[in-house]
């Protein structure tokens, strides 16, 4: 109640304040959000492809309504995408057009670490008085590291940000009253503490695309490039400790303070998707929560309205643990077009052995390997039942899993794919170098599971995205770790095995 007091109360005080401000010049934006490259020195040769990495943080686009809503103007611009559109597309010559007040860059995932620094880099050389500012678990996470190596950034919001964005904007000249950002006046840093964090989703709207320059390109190039629908806000924070995940429910309360998670409810989930629907004549969506037993009731009461409202969709969908009902699937079924539509599972090992082990050691914390093979079959007859797109996810370099375990993996996957490729052609498999991310339980205590990291520092993995080219990715791509029982390079020469089983599991579908 307090937070949502607070707002009401800048609603009003905004208002006032921002009609002075247009009188002072009508064409400058308030606050341009720039989408960053993973980083500069491989950008050209990972134009149109994944390792371009396009896709941008969802809350983007709700911060960019709810700003405009509170009487603030903003924009969003993709750099990669406007460089793949335009080879001379100029950031800067962008920026003079439009003389925003403040700049902020998403640093959410790890990968666009170098990007991001760079870009801030040369904005503040180019127009030293714009607030340069940073954003997302990344930046939250490293927030003092990055503050007193990096000079050039003025300020980073550490958490979760949409009061305290329009807090920046009424504040930029106090800056102490601005919730969770970390700041330089005087070449001093000081800290405001995170003590903002989102109560009500429902406020938000995720698909307002018109703030983005160039959407519609957007959209195309992430279904082309990422193979991703829409991806779809539905909830904060998650309920579960994947030891490598960087938005579990410890990372969250770590990196943003988040002890809880909060849905939207099925209206306003809907309200989106028909808007973007009707106003993109886009019809997918990407789920952005999974499917586990204490939500299915959730997505069907979206499903029902989708019907009963006859939006006709795809959908993705992630399933965050087994098992999940015949009754769920068949909804799903009623509900999307499952031809287009496709259900995610991460195995993360086909060895039941392997998961065991895990299990006995890390159950307490992390319970997503508690399931058998057996149940594992049970999911792809369902999905064979029911026709819809089955994806499984597996991974290597897992605490304590060793060259049998792996070897054991590796056989099962071979089996699945070849057993299924002639009965069942929807399923396919697909694999990624595991970067450990940050204020992940692995990166909190690697001794606990026997994990040496190469990279320790927010420099390290500046480092490692300045020299990682990506030019064939997965395949050119190593981890930032190796195990107690395998090394890095045995690490990544597995991968390289596991990718042809998922290119034949992919191509064959
Ligand atoms: S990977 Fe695990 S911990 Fe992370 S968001 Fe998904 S279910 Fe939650």
């Not at 409202?309 to 999307?336: A, N």
């Not at 991460?346 to 390997?369: P, Q």
Request: hydrophobic fraction near 40%.
């Amino acid at each position: 109640m307090i937070i949502i007091k607070l707002l009401i109360l800048s609603i009003k005080s905004i208002s006032i304040r921002k009609f002075n401000l247009k009188l002072e010049k009508m064409t400058d934006i308030d606050i341009l959000f720039i989408h960053p490259p993973r980083n500069f020195e491989h950008l050209v040769d990972n134009m149109k492809k994944r390792s371009s990495f396009l896709l941008m943080p969802m809350g983007l686009f709700s911060m960019a309504d709810l700003l405009d809503r509170n009487g603030y103007n903003s924009k969003i611009v993709n750099y990669s995408l406007e460089k793949t559109l335009h080879p001379k597309f100029s950031i800067l010559k962008f920026i003079k057009k439009d003389h925003p007040k403040v700049i902020g860059v998403d640093l959410h995932w790890v990968q666009h670490s170098a990007g991001a620094l760079d870009l801030l880099k040369i904005i503040k050389r180019n127009f030293p008085s714009v607030f340069t500012l940073l954003g997302g678990f990344t930046a939250s996470y490293y927030a003092k590291e990055i503050m007193q190596k990096y000079k050039f950034i003025d300020g980073i919001i550490q958490g979760e940000a949409e009061l305290p964005i329009i807090e920046l904007l009424n504040n930029i000249k106090h800056l102490e009253k601005v919730p969770n950002l970390i700041y330089r006046k005087n070449q001093k840093i000081y800290d405001n503490g995170i003590n903002y964090i989102l109560d009500d989703l429902d406020q938000l709207n995720f698909t307002n695309v018109d703030y983005l320059v160039h959407w519609k390109e957007y959209i195309k190039y992430i279904n082309k490039v990422m193979h991703t629908p829409w991806p779809l806000e539905i909830a904060r924070g998650c309920q579960f400790n994947c030891v490598n995940c960087g938005g579990s429910f410890h990372s969250c309360k770590i990196i943003t303070r988040r002890n809880r998670v909060i849905f939207r409810s099925p209206e306003r989930v809907v309200d989106d998707i028909r808007r973007l629907v009707e106003k993109t004549g886009y019809n997918g969506v990407f789920y952005g929560h999974g499917v586990y037993r204490a939500t299915e009731k959730y997505f069907m009461k979206i499903h029902e309205k989708l019907r009963d409202e006859k939006i006709r969709i795809h959908s993705d969908l992630e399933i965050w643990r087994l098992p999940i009902s015949d009754t769920f699937f068949r909804d799903y079924f009623k509900t999307y077009d499952v031809e287009e539509s496709m259900i995610w599972f991460s195995v993360r090992s086909f060895s039941e052995n392997y998961r065991k082990k895990f299990h006995t050691r890390f159950g307490e914390l992390d319970k997503s390997f508690d399931f058998t093979n057996d149940d594992l079959n049970k999911l792809i007859n369902k999905m064979d039942k029911y026709n819809i797109p089955l994806r499984l996810f597996w991974d290597v370099g897992n605490p304590f899993e060793n060259k049998i375990d792996f070897l054991k993996n590796y056989l099962y996957a071979l089996k699945l794919v070849f057993k299924n490729i002639s009965k069942y052609k929807k399923l396919s498999m697909w694999s990624e170098p595991i970067i450990i991310s940050p204020g992940c339980a692995i990166e909190l205590k690697n001794e606990t599971f026997g994990i040496q990291m190469t990279t320790k520092t927010f420099e390290d993995y500046v480092r490692l995205n300045r020299e990682s080219e990506m030019k064939i990715a997965p395949l050119d791509v190593g981890v930032n770790f190796r195990t107690s029982t395998l090394s890095k390079a045995t690490i990544d020469i597995f991968n390289k095995l596991m990718f042809f089983i998922n290119l034949i599991s992919v191509i064959t579908v």
